[in-house]
């Protein structure tokens, strides 16, 4: 690779994306590669948030259930969410988090595919949805079974005695991306329903879970969405269960008629019916800010930008730090790459601490994983650079081996 900084500042100049920079709040002296754990916050937020506490909670009071739309949050936000999946309007709600959204998804499956007791899943999927799985099943008495295999033996797994096949979109550790309409297409030709955890994927990528024929979804709020910590989740129904899909969380929101007060529980029609408790209206006001932020962006242009990112990152490691002990554990090819790149490194917890203590935030992930999130609404080439040339003197200088970055914290 021949590019220099200022090749890549020719880049910058040139990019569509680049205006979409300003929108966002960034600590000057850092370069932020931490997107896919947790979105920086944009500038429009604040005010946004204010609003809602100041004017609507501070004056409104309880009026602004009705008066400022809070009671139709959830599903106004989801329409908007919906439209970054590919989703039809009616499909996607906000509400509660991913983990509890995928029990209500999981659950409805497998009441849909009665007569079948298996969920497939992949070993390396995100933990809490194996957890969630495994939960699951001890709650229905042990009548299911979780069959895990590795990426490779998806198509194997997935047979007679399968229920749901449930998968997370992008891998969260390696960045590896499934082919959701290809997998979704193998489960529904045997018989079974598709699960699609879109956490590391909605808002980094088109989408397109209506046209790649998934059951149900669910994700994050807080990485690509921008939404913040915490931000609530959403969940997706395909239209065509709607009459019959059943979560077994069923609170007061949906209900029917939440404000009858009625002695027992009527499901509200369609995706309604996937609401639980009262919505968290100041998490919502700022989700909904993130959300707007992408709806005003090309997806397919951050898409490119995002494999371009993605493809310099792994170009410049490999070129300036050949002489250490990275070994890269994303796809090489771009295509099947999710907007994050990883590497292994025999000490990787405290090579990550003296990146971050040098302004380069990317996160660490057990037990060997340098992880970087490469965000292309507010990353520019030039910070692909800097990043590399800090690794690169964090490692051609031992910098990494001060007891200081040895020292775990509890988030990692």
Known sequence: MTLSRADLAMLDRADPLAAVREKFVLPPGVVYLDGNSLGPLPKATAAAVAHVVEREWGEGLIRSWNA?????????????????????????IVADSTSVNLFKVLASALDLARGRRVIVSEVENFPTDLYMMEGLIALLGSRHALRVVPATDIGAAVDAETAVLALTHVNYRSGAMHDMA???RLAHERGALAIWDLSHSAGAMPLDVSGA?????????????????GAPAFVYVAERHHGVFRQPLSGWLGHAEPFAFEGGYRPAAGIARCLVGTPPILSLAALDVGVDLLLDCDLAAVREKSVRLTDLFIGLVEQRCAAHELVLLSPRDGAIRGSQVSFRHPQGYPVMQALIARGVIGDFRAPDILRFGLGPLYLRYVDVWDAVTSLAEVLDTKAWDDPTFHRRSTVT
């Not at 739309?69 to 996607?92: N, Y």
């Not at 024929?213 to 994700?219: E, I, K, L, M, S």
């Open 68 to 92: 400022a739309g809070w009671i139709d949050a959830p599903a106004r936000v989801g329409d908007k969410i919906a439209r970054l999946i590919g989703a039809r309007p009616g499909e996607v």
């Open 182 to 184: 290809a997998l979704s």
């Open 213 to 229: 024929g998934a059951d149900f979804a669910v994700g994050c709020g807080y990485k690509y969405l921008n939404g913040g910590p």
